[in-house]
């Protein structure tokens, strides 16, 4: 769902040199950013499977194939940044561009393997574009090894708290290297796209079992 159209056009023009700064930051998002796309035309599925498969074709070694996939993460990533606070607690928003890009990912993996051209097929394609859902990647740190078991997380929208359609049983934490607590651990919330604004400033917070609360704010108009 692109909103504002006409003045997000007027902000392209006159903040392009920004616009060209966040784009080498955050990889293969050219120009500003827009909200969180809802609704997808064809041609629009098109580019975002561009767009993962260009960068992952010029990926030349395993590293530089870990270093794409770092970066696809980080576009779509609110909360912590991972490489300043290893321990902070933040989401992976797996929207429907994030999910195209992956899938132009894999058909440039496939292709190198198979060395010939491999695309999706349309319909796993159109699977996406129809999703209902977007899937939430919650990852956070506590002090034993089921400390993220049972937790809980909604949106929090204008004074409103949206809850997800769903919540998956978090993971066995993994033994955290440095300093904080001791274990990290993730788990997956989807949440319905008519039950949340797409270009809303958000606060995500986390409850554990124990009530403990943790939280973050999350921009959804610069994420798509």
């Known amino acids: ?9 007027r902000r392209r023009r006159s903040h392009g040199v920004l616009g060209l700064v966040i784009g080498a930051m955050v990889w293969a ?13 064809p041609d629009e599925a098109k580019k975002a499977l561009e767009a993962g498969r260009a960068p992952m074709e010029k990926a030349g070694s395993p590293e530089d194939v870990k270093k794409v996939l770092q970066q696809a993460s980080l576009v779509t990533r609110v909360g912590a940044d ?13 929207t429907k ?21 491999v695309r999706m097929p349309d319909e796993f394609i159109q699977k996406v574009v129809d999703m209902p859902n ?4 919650v990852q956070l740190c506590g002090d034993d090894e089921y400390f993220a078991e049972k937790a809980d997380v909604v949106f929090q929208q204008k004074g409103k708290n949206i809850r997800p359609v769903d919540i998956s049983p978090a993971d066995r934490g993994r033994k955290n290297d440095g300093a904080g607590p001791a274990y990290r651990s993730r788990f997956t919330a989807r949440f319905g796209y008519e039950s949340f604004d ?27």
């Open 198 to 224: 797409p270009n809303a400033k958000t606060t995500i917070i986390v409850t554990l079992q124990d009530g403990q609360q943790m939280q973050f704010d999350a921009d959804f108009s610069k994420v798509k």
């Open 97 to 117: 561009r994030y999910r195209l890009e992956a899938f132009g990912r894999q058909e440039a993996a496939e292709s190198k393997k198979q060395k010939k051209d």
């Open 1 to 9: 769902m692109r909103a504002n159209h006409c003045s997000a056009g």
């Open 29 to 41: 998002v050219s120009g500003p950013t827009w909200a969180i796309d809802v609704k997808l035309s």
């Open 82 to 94: 991972p490489e300043k606070d290893p321990c902070g607690a933040s989401a992976i928003l797996r």
């Open 134 to 137: 977007m899937e939430v990647e």
